[in-house]
């Protein structure tokens, strides 16, 4: 789900297992939340439109639920991992490496992909100046 918010978001903590991140940000120009309803605030009609910033994710506020006890680098890249590939997959595609078969070493390889873009997701969120 998409969600736009007048300030930027980078993550929360929504229990003890777990933290709400917000990413794909995206900046929008003149924006008009009045008009939107999609906005976290209303605002009484202007001209001009203001800067805002765009999530989606999974949840309905547009953040992404993901598994880490702590808001460091290694949580939330092994949390981000794990919304795409559970433990039992990540341990099959690692078995499975190696062994001829041409559709194993493609599994492996997009499970790579994944990998080295959540750890620039992690690293981007953790970075955000709010």
């Not at 190696?98 to 690293?123: M, P, T």
């Amino acid at each position: 789900m998409k969600k736009v918010y007048l300030s930027r978001k980078s993550y929360v903590r929504f229990d003890d297992d777990h933290f709400l991140l917000y990413i794909g940000e995206q900046k929008v120009e003149n924006y008009h939340p009045e008009t939107s309803g999609t906005s976290d605030t209303k605002s009484e009609a202007s001209d001009s439109g203001k800067t805002a910033f765009s999530y989606e994710g999974d949840e309905a506020d547009g953040s992404t639920k993901i598994k880490a006890k702590s808001a460091t680098y290694s949580d939330f890249t092994a949390g981000l991992v794990r919304t795409k590939y559970s433990q039992n997959q990540v341990e099959a595609i690692l078995a499975n490496r190696g062994d001829g078969d041409k559709s194993h070493e493609a599994e492996f390889d997009a499970y790579q992909a994944w990998r080295i873009q959540a750890k620039q997701i992690a690293q981007e969120v953790l970075a955000r100046e709010l």
